[in-house]
Every structure is written in C-alpha cells, then in structure tokens.
C-alpha cells in the first residue's frame, strides 16, 4: 500500500489545482463523467498490467478496442444479431486475438513488442476495410444493454448513485488483485516477469502462463471495446480507440508496473488511470491551458511523477543502508 | 626470471582501511607485490579480497593508508589513473562487448584514427601481436561471442597487455574454463611473468594456487592474515590461514550407497550431442559425480533428466517406472530436484524474496482450494531452511540479490530441499562459494544419501569429484568415456578420461 501513496498524492494534487484554477471541475455532473470514463480505461489499463507483469507488452489494445467497438453495434444493428449471440462473438473474437499474440510470442519467440506492433496495424486496418471506414453505431437503440456504460445504480438513502462501468471495474479488479496475490498462478507471473528462466528451472510453464497473461489482456481490451461504444454510442473505425494502448501503458506504469516485468498492483494501476483522466479533464476545464498541447502536459507531469518516485525511492534505499549498519553497530 | 624476495616491491600497500558506511571492508592491509611475481590472494567471500583490488585497480579509494608503484606513493583515484599506472583488473564476468569483434574490444575506446575514422587495418595488425603474445590463434576480425569463455579470456588478458599492464589483477580466472584451457592460461601467465609482469591472482580453487603461485597473501575479515612463500604453500596451511582454524582434511565422508538402483537411464540423447546415446545408473543414497571438461555435455544430461531441454531420444526410469518428461514440472512431481549451474540465472528470482525463492517450486504441491497460495506453509518452509541450512540473511523477505554467493546457493538448496526430493541433481554445487559454505553443502549432501536420498553431481573442481562421489562418470565430448569406482579414483585417472586420452570399456 505505501507504494502506492505516491500516485495517490499525484492525484490529490492534480484535483486540488484544478479544482482551484476552474469553476466546472467539482460538478456533479463532471465528477460523475470522470468516474464513469476512469472506469472504462481502468478496465484496460488492468489488462495492460497483466502483459506488463510477465515482462511484456500490448500494443493492439487501442485497435482490438476499436474492432469490438465498430463490430458489436454492426452486429447487433446491421445484422440483427441479438445480444445474446453478439456478446459470446465479440469474447470468442477478443480471446482468439490474445491467444494468437501468445502463441506467436512463446512458441515462436517472437518479441511482444513486434507482435502487438502489427497486431495494431492489423486489426484496425481489418476494421477500416470491413466497415469501409463507415461509423457504426446504436441510431438510438439497445438502450437496454448499453446500461452497462450509462446506467447508474442509485444508493439507497441519497440522490447520488454509482456509474454502472465502475461497478464492473470493481468486480475486475478485485478478481484480478485475488488472481495475482493470492493464487499460485498470479505468483507464477510475477516470478517469470523477473526471470523467465529461473521460473522455469522452477517447474513453472512459462509459456502457458505468458499466453495467459496476453488472453487476460485481449480480453479486458474486447470488454473495454464493448462498454467504451456503449457509452459514446457509434464508433468510427479510422480513430475509435486511438492511443487507449499508450493511455493503458502510462496508467500501468505511473501505478507502478515496471517494463521490466515483474512488478505492479492493481490499485496502483486504478490510481494511474485516475491521474491520467483527471489530467485529461483538467485541461478541458482550466481556461488558461490551450487544448491544443494536452499531449505535452499529460507526457510533463507523468515524467515529472516518475522521476520523483525514482528519487524518492533512492533516498529510501539509501536510509535503508545507513540504518543496516547502524544496527550492525549496535549489534557488535 | 624467477622474482627473489630482495628484488624492489612493484607495488606495495600500507596500511589501507576501507569502510563502507560504518562496516569495516579492509583493515590495515599491508601487501607487497615483486615484479613477475605471481601474488595468489585468497580468503572466504566477504574477506575482502575483492574490495583490496578495487582500490588496487582505482574503482574505489581506500579510507586511509597509502599505494606506492616503485616505492613512489601515488594515489589512484579512477580505473584512468590506475590504467596509466599499468594495473588492469580482470573481472570474473568478463567484460566483452561480445557482439563486436576482438579487434574493437582490444582497443575498445581506444582505437587508432585516421583522418577522424577508425584505422581498421591498424587495429587489425596491433590486435594480432597482442593475440599472439597470449598464444591466441584467432583472426582479430572474429565476433567475441563465436569464441569459447577461454579464448574470450585471452582476449581481455591481450587487452590488458596492449595498455602496457605492469600488474594484472585476476578475479577468479579459472571459475568458467576447462582443465584444458585452465592450462593454457597458465602457460599464459607464466610467460607474462617471464617478461616482468607481476599477477595478482584471485582464486577459490586451492590446488591451482598451489600450481601457479610464487607467494599467497590471505585474508580474513578484512585483515591480511599472512602470507606464504613459495615452498610453505601447501593445501591444510592456505585453509588454516583463510578460516582461522585447523583442517586437517578437505572432506571426509562416509558411503550409504544401496543396492537398489534409483535411476536408469537408457540411451538418452540431448541436443547438445544428438549422436551419442548415454546409458548408466544411480543406485538409492548414491552420490554419483559426472567429471569431465567444460562442454563435455554433463551440464545437458541434468537438464534433460530434469524436463528443462527435451529428449531426443531414449529413455529414464526412476525406481522401475518410465518418467514421461515434458517440463520441470513433471521432473519435480516425480521426485526429482535440480540446482543448476548458473544460479542467478536459472537458481534464483534475486529480486523477489527468500520466502518466495524457496516457495517457488512447491507452489503447486502446496495450493489450496485448486489454486490458491498456502502462504503459512510458505513461511514456514522458507524460515526452516534458513535455520537447517544457517543461511545467513537478515530475515526470510531479505532479496537473495544482497547474500553472498555461498549464502545464495543455500538458498537454491533450500528451495529444493523443502520439496524432499528422491533424487537430487547438482550442477556445480560449489562454484563461487567460499569454503566455510562449501563445507555446509558437502555435509548436507552426506546427510541427504544417508536418508536415502540419490545425488548425481556435476563438478569441475578435481577436489570436490575426488572427495565427494562414491563413484564417477567421466564424459568426454557427448560420451561416457569411463566409470571409476571410489578406490580406482584420482586426478590422474579422472584427467586420462575427460581428455579423451584412454578408454575404458564401459
């Protein structure tokens, strides 16, 4: 938990400032958008973790969330497909897709970074031609289903309720965190995300559990494809889900997931997805900001965050050190 | 030219103390060192022998006392100024930048310009004197990383000859060669000190030290301990000296062997040699060695009885049943255990905790409820083998990145010890582990064949074969070249097979 205080103090900072520099930001209505859009990238960024813990990477999850998100309302709409066909689809399509990075990746030792590169251009290309660059959305029906991103669920006793996508979040990422800290499975991960062979002199099999990691991500990316156009609505094929792999990644590593595998937790994960939204919000709602570098203060202040964390945590090693040998002293 | 004991120091040291934030590394070390002297410094892990060249080598600066080249003090403040000086420190893990050829790492940073370029031909020519002053026969052109770990270290030692080295400091030299280039590299030495440079000479392996060197410096807990001249280097007074106590032998050891035969294995073949077939047997509580050269294939037969690389072919029973092996897992499941060779690498995660490295393996046998961790059993494995194996850490969650080598290699025992395995698989058990530990480990192996246990041990440390296998396997390039009973086992015997140089029909 102390790990993630850090990011947590870079979220209360950048609500404080913006709250302060801005009349909108602590609206009702601005709160409840934040959190509902918190939710939906959380869900991806989750599934970022997973590939980055094994010592990987994802970078097609922006385009598996575009293919879900164009193919789902073009199911059920074009083609009539009832919801109950549909959904199973869009899961068999998400799973194939992350089964397909991990074989190519364990099997035939492809590097990830390469394999979910072409993943990037390969299924956003595939959506474009399929769909013919043409917007695919609800024209106003499924309403119904498309609860599960615009619904609320009241709490009882108030006016205020909980975003139904958030609720969703919960429920991922309280299996994830018991996935990862408390079965053998997450272990298994987190050793191979620091040494592959090791894990395997160990009697892990590395490669089923790296596979599972790229399932677990696709998976959660097709999820977000699905609540991500349930919530706006249509999604256009040539830039529905662009960089959402770039916000997952930042959100996975300002949580504290290290590229170099091995390391990451899920609230901390949450907590970078916040910052990231937040970030993003704010420069909408303080005038003084143009819009135009939202890019340049979003990559500012996730370095600034990383750097102070890096220094923060040498200080501690150091301390760490001096106190070492003063109880060696005393022990003497 | 043989150094005499009146000729001038090259280099001497007064009185050098070191601490490292309060902890005393180095304590009043005087040191003398004579031109074309081979000068062994020897000492446990952690005596401070690497600390000494460090600041010998200008990587780190002493607290007090004084360096003098030639009776001049001189102060060496960076690698650049003990460079200049002529001493150059070669490491135990080489320092190559193996993707480029030997030519560039000769004169790495270095290199002879012309018209503002690199002057290829020259490094070529000046490269190739320097590979022949170490005997090298290798074309400067050739990638490092196509050359044998001996050759490579021909390569930094020809290096260090073209800065002009006046003293060479070698760490461990010998850790990853074979016999036979372990030769060669004496031969290199011995020539270097022919032409007046003095070797400072790193090393854990006694009978070496005892082959090589004019004079052994010891240290103990970062005080030079003594010194022995040529002729009182011998085996029990280095030990004495380097553990402050009388053994009287290297390890002595009882026999529990059975007669129930453990493990056979039938005609199996790795890939490393995919043409010879290996057949042999380890009977219950046996401790079978597999002597032979670097690169003979031993280090792959334990992979493969373990599931790590697959089978060619063949077959490998474990008390009458055929193991069917596609992973560790399944190695592990039937009773099998390995330490591997690179323990780092392939032994531990350095970077996770004790607890966890120790848990690791047995993650699986001990799950609850299908898939959870049993972390009580976790904890209690880890803090039992950190008492039955005295591992010295400050607590099970310490990370195995800050124990000593000796310290980590209990840790990768204790990882497969908690699983009590039927048959142990040891690949180097000993290597890089300073000998208070090594003594921990020879006594544990005893302990586990008295319980039955099968040990069949990989080793190319000569005293370790001779004193601790009931019976040995010598390979020799892919192929079982002989088997040697206890009473028919010595050097001499051991060396005739792993060099290929007589057969004895299996």
Redesign the interface.
Known sequence: MKKNLGILSLLMFVCVVTALLSDGFLSEFNIENLIRRTALFGIISIGAAFVIITGGIDLSIGSVVCLIGCLVPWLLVEQGLSVWWTLPIAFCISLGIGLFHGLLITKLRLQPFVVTLCGLLIYRGITRGFLNDQTSGFRGQFEGVRQLSLGMIPLPGTDVGVPVPWVILIVVAVAAMIFLN???????L??LG??Q?????????TDRMIILGHVICSLLSGLGGLLFVFDVGSAQPVDFGNFYELYAIAAAVLGGCSLRG?EGSIVGVILGTAVMRVLKNSITMIDQIPNKIEFAVIGAVILGGVTIDELLKRLAATRR??S???E??STE | MSPTSDSQPILETRGITKR????CALADVDFTVRPGEVHAVIGENGAGKSTLMKILAGVQMPDSGQILMDGEPVVVDSVQTALDLGIVLIHQELNLSDNLDVGANIFLGREPRRFGCIDFARIGKQAQHYLDMVALNVDPATVVNQLTIGRQQMVEIAKALSVNARILIMDEPTSSLSRLEAENLFNVIRQLQNQGVAIIYISHRLGEVKEIADCVSVLRDGENAGSLSRDEIDHDRMVQLMVGRDISQFYARREYVTEEPELVVKDIRTAAWPNHRLSFEVRAGEMLGLAGLVGAGRSEVLRAL?G?DPLLGGEIHLRGRKLELR???D??QAGLA?V?EDRK????????GIR?NIG??G??RH?QGG???NRSRERDDANRMLRDLKIKA?SDRQLPQYLSGGNQQKVVLG?WLALEPRVLLLDEPTRGVDVGAKQVIYRLMEELTKRGVTILFVSSEMEEVLSMSDRTIVMHEGRIAGELQRHELSEESVMQLATGRSNVPA
């Open positions: 408390l079965t053998i499975y997450g272990r298994y987190f050793a620091r040494n062979e090791a894990a395997r002199y160990s009697g892990i099999n091995g050190t001096a070492r040998v003063k060696s002293h | 490292f934030s309060g902890v373990f790590i992973g560790a897992s190695a592990i390995l591997p690498q392939q032994g531990l995660i350095l970077e996770m966890e690791l393996a993650l699986r799950r898939v959870f961790l400050e990882k």
